[in-house]
């Protein structure tokens, strides 16, 4: 397993929060981008006074230390020289690259930084010698350019100067910078990072600063080198796979209409073709006719050829299996929603023929920027099966068919190895961890077995015995089991180890009452459930009590887990939000591994005999009335391991209707009983074996004042209004259409009508559209206890909707719900909203749409797309809240954010208050996506969502990369769910706990 935040790290390098500052600035091309954390953490570190930079190119390298500097608070001067015309290394490029630069820089970093235009030599006389603290050199990469400016800069340096070399690691053309490295490294101290291109770090200065002194000290012990450069290399990763992107976006725009030339090129191809063939059927004469079809078909064969050239041009075959995936998901179907808007109504603009070679292309353009990979493209193509001869087209047909979205399990093998397996290393970790905990109570695994398969319960056991924290006792209650091979096995695994402890039933009471026979055997101050065949991850118990020393109020826990076959094989896993009681009512998502405080257990008084099938579900339902749901804590971990047996012995496989209606009965009474409001428990229609609760509307329907926002698109107001009014069967309603300077004469005439309707108002507002505006400006006259946000390009599908929001922001703790909305094609455009999603141009992701794209009954992961469920925010297009919450939270955000994100945000200062977000996949309506906004395309309107971006960033930046409802095994930057590697969160053993 590959250990990044390792204990050898914190006694060997000072390091901090600092590597995880997401970049401001990311851009193209991207080998720096894997060392932006190092530049973090070096300039922490080395608290320089001057830093220079020779070669700063589009500035990845410059202004993260840029960045440092300004973060830090720090009294630095940096300098960036470049002639900004590139060479034969970067290539040579336009002057538009300084002057973005340029501008950049005078925005953010002119108090410190000063870019030089000019030349390395020429520069250097305008530095005194013994004051360059940082000294990055990545100018041309010859072994004679880089000496010349290692020995023209180095007497510039300080006492305390670090010289950092770019590309040490790389021996393609004549790049030499390795080869003058070699010699460096062994005249002055240094440290060598491997990943990114490499990146040498010389120490020039004879006082070098205390960190910079450890890096390079722990450069002398191989396992602290190797953890080091696992740290760094780890981090840099993500943000170099997001400069990849950058790629695929610059050769778009480029392909589309290069692909519209091809086109018409193809069309006259086969005009010309046409008019051969009716050539060839005029003429009667046979030499003549094959002579003449002989000609044409050669002539067809040679403009075909041309045509295949020009596709190769700008295409190659394949992509690169993973990476063309992540590139596609975050260009074509970006989860940063409304910034990729532009790029989807582009595409929608061309025809479905146009549109599917489109397709193939941007699937195929991270090619034309990695074209050493093709002699293995074509190799690997030619091993799937295609013929030699194969067309462009062809072969773009298969790549297209072998890159869909991979399911989780198919890279769950890969992730388990990677980052889910410990070594020895991991072990010595958590043992120095344990020692070191304040709190370490005796954790009590209580065991129901009933006649187990001999195998089996030699593992549940073994895999006990083998826990790293050895504060537990194993409590295994018999339930009479007539196979005596299970007497046997327990007997002697307790003559073996003082901490299990036995009884037998008398008679068979099935597991319920099995397990409060195990549970009268605890001690504990805290018990974990476990099945008689499953198995427990070595460091299961550790990350409980390692979290509860950080938490010590919890009352319940659970971890993420997974499925394990019977040849031992791990997958399926269940990759968890933070505990949720909406999901909590659809499906039993704690279980495994559950461990619940020993008191409140006996409060509850244990289990409950007659659940049997579903008796870890009653168990939770009623510990979490008892508890709260506050103090409950998820464990973002796999810690436990389900078995499933083929042969479907198991009760709950063999009874599954029987458990199902089991536990249906225990939500049923938690809702007769509990604070979350009346309702009924029935069967998801599509999804029978979890519940829908059907919540009860107020005995006094509350008014809902419906705004609608618009300008002119009279025909989506029309539709939406006469959805409201004919199509909904809740009322009372009023509905206030925000007029926003609609200058059509249809859109006069229908707000004429409509204001007939003593239902229906139209407000005038005057000015620039500004969505938070006129919202507040509404609501601020609306009448309703319930105000529902409704975009004007909604149509309704089933009447009950609004009933469906009404119920649910009725509920006590609910502040916000929001419905399921679909594309007119019945595909899912939102399903709740995760934060953190896709990227932004300043390196964080923002907030996007969950289940987008999906088909309209696609369960989702473990059912989530069909269940109601708490979120971290849901879309403005449709969302309900009480006028009262909306009024405590200032509204919408008119002054930062107009237009975007908005809707987020509100979100988000309602779940500050302490309200949930509730979406429902009960309420469907169609989205038309903003058909009546103009385009996003417009400079004006660019840097105005650039502005609102970074208002975001700046003022929830710790929250969106951490949705509790996102797990961090979870890449943020994909529209699919898909494996993060690495996963987002340190495990405990890994943080260095010294700083």
């Not at 193509?381 to 991979?406: F, I, N, S, W």
């Not at 961890?433 to 370490?440: D, K, N, R, S, V």
Request: proline share 4%; glycine share 6%.
């Amino acid at each position: 397993m590959a250990t990044c935040y390792s204990g050898v790290i914190s006694a060997k390098l000072p390091t901090g929060g600092e590597i995880d500052w997401e970049p401001e600035r990311l851009v193209f091309p991207g080998p720096w981008a894997g060392h932006i954390p190092f530049a973090f953490w070096l300039v922490k570190a080395a608290e320089p006074r001057l830093i220079v930079e020779l070669g700063t190119h589009t500035g990845n390298s410059y202004f993260a230390f840029c960045q440092a500097v300004d973060r830090l608070g720090l009294s630095t001067e940096t300098f960036a020289i470049d002639t900004w015309q590139g060479d034969e290394h970067s290539g040579h490029y336009s002057n538009d690259i300084y002057s973005e630069v340029f501008d950049y820089n005078k925005i953010r970093y002119s108090t410190f930084s000063r870019l030089l235009r000019t030349t390395f030599d020429d520069a250097r006389a305008q530095f005194e010698s013994r004051k360059i603290d940082i000294l990055h050199i990545d100018g041309m990469h010859t072994y004679k350019a880089v000496r010349h400016d290692f020995e023209t800069w180095r007497d510039a340096m300080s006492d305390r100067g670090i010289i950092i070399f770019h590309d040490t690691n790389v021996r393609e053309r004549d790049f030499g910078v390795w080869e003058l490295w070699i010699e460096l490294s062994r005249e002055h101290p240094s440290f060598e990072f491997l990943h990114s291109n490499g990146l040498g770090v010389l120490g020039v200065g004879h006082n070098l600063p205390y960190g910079i002194a450890r890096l390079i000290e722990a450069g002398t012990d191989p396992d602290a080198t190797e953890h080091i450069r696992c740290l760094f290399a780890g981090k840099g990763k993500s943000l170099t796979l997001r400069t990849d992107i950058l790629a695929l976006n610059q050769t778009l725009s480029t392909l589309k209409s290069e692909l519209n030339k091809i086109e018409a090129s193809h069309a006259r191809l086969l005009i010309e073709l046409e008019a051969g063939q009716a050539e060839l059927s005029r003429r009667s004469d046979r030499d003549s006719l094959f002579s003449d079809r002989a000609a044409i078909a050669a002539e067809l064969e040679d403009l075909r050829n041309q045509y295949q050239a020009a596709c190769a041009e700008r295409e190659t075959l394949r992509a690169d299996r993973d990476r063309l995936h992540l590139a596609y998901d975050r260009v074509v179907t970006s989860t940063s929603w409304k910034a990729s808007a532009p790029l989807r109504r582009a595409i929608q603009e061309i025809s479905p023929q146009r549109r599917k070679i489109l397709r193939r292309i941007a699937r195929a353009g991270w090619w034309t920027v990695t074209p050493w990979r093709m002699r293995n493209r074509l190799r690997a193509m030619r091993a799937a099966g295609l013929p030699q001869g194969a067309g462009l087209l062809e072969m773009l047909t298969h790549a297209e068919q072998d890159l869909q979205p991979r399911k989780i399990d198919d890279g769950y093998a890969e992730w388990v190895r990677l980052h889910d397996t410990l070594d020895d290393h991991d072990r010595n970790l958590i043992r120095q961890h344990i020692q070191a905990l304040t709190f370490c109570p005796t954790i009590s695994i209580v065991v129901p077995v009933y006649n187990t398969p001999e195998t089996a319960l030699t593992e549940m056991i073994a895999s006990v015995r083998n826990q790293l924290y050895p504060y537990w006792e194993l409590c295994i209650a018999d339930d009479a089991s007539p196979s005596p091979h299970v007497a046997r096995l327990l007997q002697k695994a307790a003559q073996e180890d003082d901490r299990i402890k036995l009884v037998r039933r008398e008679s068979n009471g099935h597991i319920a009452a099995a397990s409060n026979s195990a549970l009268k055997l605890a001690t504990g101050e805290f018990v974990a459930l476990l099945d008689h065949d499953d198995i427990l991850a070595e460091h299961a118990l550790y990350e409980i009590v390692a979290d509860l020393n950080v938490h010590p109020n919890t009352d319940i826990l659970y971890s993420d887990e997974d499925k394990i076959d019977e040849a031992g094989n791990r997958y399926d896993p269940y990759f968890k939000p933070d505990f949720n009681i909406e999901l909590l009512l659809g499906q039993n998502f704690v279980s495994h591994l559950g461990v619940y405080r020993r008191s409140l257990l006996e409060r509850i008084e244990g289990f409950v005999p007659g659940t049997e099938g579903s008796q870890d579900y009653d168990l939770v339902l009623r510990a979490v009335t008892a508890a709260g749901v506050e103090r409950v804590r998820h464990i973002p971990s796999v810690l436990y391991h389900w078995r499933q047996e083929k042969t479907g012995h198991s009760f709950s496989q063999k009874n599954i209707e029987h458990c199902v209606r089991i536990g249906r009965e225990s939500v049923q009474r938690l809702l007769d009983s509990a604070e979350f409001g009346k309702g009924t428990a029935v069967a998801v229609p599509s999804l029978w074996q979890f519940n829908r609760v059907v919540w009860q509307l107020p005995e006094h329907r509350p008014l809902v004042s419906v705004i609608i926002p618009t300008r002119d698109r009279s025909e989506l107001v029309r539709n939406c209004v006469e959805g409201l009014l004919r199509k909904t069967s809740y009322s009372p309603i009023e509905i206030i259409i925000v007029d926003n300077e609609s200058r059509e004469r249809e859109t006069q005439q229908l707000f004429e009508t409509l204001s007939l309707d003593n239902r229906i108002s139209v407000l005038q507002v005057a000015g620039s559209f500004n969505y938070s505006k006129l919202n507040n400006h509404a609501a601020s006259l609306a009448r309703g206890d319930i105000l529902l946000l409704l975009n004007n390009d909604i149509e309704m599908i089933e009447s009950d909707w609004l009933n469906e929001l009404v119920a649910q922001i009725s509920r006590p703790g609910v502040g916000v719900v929001g419905a399921k909305l679909l594309y007119g094609d019945s595909r899912i455009q939102h399903a709740g909203v995760r934060l953190g999603a896709g990227h932004s141009s300043f390196g964080l992701g923002i907030a996007g749409h969950t289940g987008q794209f999906h088909s309209r009954n696609d369960p989702g992961y473990f059912g989530q797309l069909l269940l109601a469920r708490e979120v971290s925010a849901v879309t403005g297009a449709c969302l309900a809240i009480r006028r009262d919450v909306y009024q405590s939270v200032g509204g919408l955000n008119e002054d930062d954010l107009a237009v975007a994100f908005n809707d987020v945000d509100l979100c988000l200062r309602v779940r500050e208050k302490g309200y949930r977000i509730v979406w429902t996949p009960f309420a469907e309506l169609f989205h038309l996506e903003s058909a009546s906004r103009g385009s996003d395309a417009t400079p004006e309107k660019a840097a105005r969502f650039e502005r609102e971006c970074l208002y975001m960033i700046e003022r929830w930046g710790e929250k969106l990369p951490a949705d509790p409802f996102f797990s961090p095994s979870f890449d943020l930057a994909s529209s699919e769910l898909q494996l993060a590697f690495p996963p987002r969160r340190a495990h405990p053993w890994d943080i260095p706990r010294s700083l």
